[in-house]
């Protein structure tokens, strides 16, 4: 399997240049001016067009038990939908309650969905939602198969919560290991206070959500989590940063000498808590944890990303429909389901409000949409960048595309999008997983079950 990339402008987190790129054993194997290709070779005309490494998700929900009900999409249709929208690599939580025993089983359930299910390649940060000696063993186990991040929970207590001790412990662990700590931060015990204050007082809309986590309650767990971290110096990633109290957190900690990196996700860049409060309900399909925010923080995010100060934008991605599983918190907004699924429209979203709006050029685009994950969670130069030896993971991409965001089109298995009626500037044309041609123009022609289950290198082994 072979294919040539002809006369495309080449963006990377730290270039830009034009040339061919050719592609044969789902490597990049030459990149020059005119190349030439064996007969048998797919060559896609990139003229007027960019070319930009694969993009990769760090944080994505598609397996997902979770207040009562199932997400709604599978690795197939979630891999479809990613790579249409020019995303080749996504990291997957593995998120078992902590009542589930051993921790090990909920890894080898994980993989079992994804794996000859999944089109695009996808890992896992796996999740501690208990820590015991048993437990520290599985992972220890699991870090050596190739899973180099954790993800500990600071809210949802009773469920994936960690107490302290298993917090002190976990961090111990990771540094041990040499993995990273990606971390849900707010404060559990604050939220759930507030949460039988509100429903006390008959305030149980969708619209109440914001007030049961604001922004104070996160920028506690950060600032909880991040004295934990440095006890140890324990590498840590603060998944959904969503306020200008979180961030400020964890610059502080960075000052410090702290090591840890941000993310933001595109739902925050763009929508704010105005979305949660509109009526007949339709507000619920905005819930997620932490909430959207209000909007003056949307400009302090996008200038992170800008100084570097935010290293990655995710997705956060958790379907569930509107009717059947959104309306299950009628009445009592702590039973609506969490999430704002965007995987298939974060890129050309974040291409058309950062690139075409001047509020990111187009080497930090590809920083934060690709370079910053694979660099951060072991998969770098594999992927996250276009090099000799790198992955043929590559989206050709047409900014001259013009259309509309509607779950009329989307692949995901929904009912609703949460960015219904947006108009996109730019859309891949052809993306390739490996090599292969995996989406064109917006529809899908690749190969299920193709996507690789990616071992990653710790950080003490880089």
């Not at 899973?147 to 207590?157: C, D, G, H, M, N």
């Not at 922004?215 to 506690?220: G, K, Y």
């Not at 009592?332 to 979203?349: A, M, Q, V, W, Y």
């Amino acid at each position: 399997m072979s294919i040539l990339i002809k006369n495309g402008r080449i963006i990377t987190a730290e270039q830009d240049y034009s040339a061919d790129i050719y592609c044969e054993d789902e490597h990049i194997t030459r990149i020059g001016k005119q190349l030439d290709a064996p007969p048998n070779a797919t060559v896609v005309d990139a003229t007027g067009k960019y070319v930009f490494p694969g993009f990769i998700d760090p944080h994505v929900h598609i397996y997902l038990p979770f207040m009562g009900t199932f997400a709604k999409d599978t690795h197939e249709s979630a891999s479809k939908a990613a790579l249409v929208g020019g995303t080749t690599t996504f990291i997957e939580m593995i998120c078992q309650s902590c009542s589930e025993q051993p921790l090990a089983d909920g890894f080898e359930l994980w993989r079992g969905k994804a794996e000859g299910n999944s089109a695009c390649d996808f890992t896992f940060h796996q999740a501690v939602t208990r820590l015991d000696k048993e437990t520290e063993g599985q992972l220890t186990e699991i870090v050596r198969s190739g899973i180099t991040s954790f993800k500990v929970f600071l809210a949802y207590k009773g469920a994936f919560g960690i107490s302290d001790e298993e917090l002190y412990h976990t961090m111990r662990l990771a540094k041990k290991l040499g993995v990273i700590v990606t971390a849900h931060c707010e404060n559990a015990d604050a939220v759930l206070a507030l949460q039988q204050k509100l429903l006390a007082e008959g305030k149980t809309g969708p619209e109440w959500h914001y007030w049961s986590r604001p922004p104070r309650v996160e920028a506690e767990g950060v600032h909880h989590l991040l004295t934990f971290a440095e006890i140890h110096g324990t590498h840590c990633y603060l998944v959904h940063t969503s306020c200008e109290e979180a961030l400020q957190e964890a610059l502080l900690a960075m000052q410090r000498g702290v090591n840890v990196r941000v993310e933001t996700l595109i739902q925050y860049l763009l929508l704010d808590k105005s979305h949660a409060e509109l009526p007949n309900f339709e507000g619920s399909k905005y819930v997620m944890s932490p909430p959207l925010r209000d909007k003056r923080n949307q400009e302090i995010f996008w200038n992170a990303l800008r100084q570097g100060f935010v290293s990655t934008v995710a997705t956060d991605h958790a379907p569930f429909d509107f009717k059947g599983q959104k309306e299950m918190g009628r009445g009592d907004f702590t039973k609506i389901p969490n999430g704002i699924p965007s995987l298939e429209d974060r890129i050309n979203l974040l291409y058309t409000h950062g690139v075409c709006e001047g509020r990111l050029d187009l080497n930090t685009f590809v920083d934060c949409a690709s370079t910053q994950a694979a660099k951060l969670f072991g998969l770098y130069p594999r992927k996250g960048t276009i090099a000799i030896g790198s992955d043929a993971d590559l989206v050709v991409y047409d900014p001259t595309y013009r259309g509309t965001i509607s779950a009329r089109t989307h692949h995901l298995n929904l009912d609703y999008s949460a960015f219904e009626g947006w108009e996109i500037k730019g859309r891949p044309h052809v993306v390739t997983v490996r090599g292969e041609v995996a989406a064109r123009d917006g529809k899908f022609v690749g190969t299920v079950g193709r996507g690789k289950l990616l071992k990653r290198d710790t950080h003490a082994s880089r």
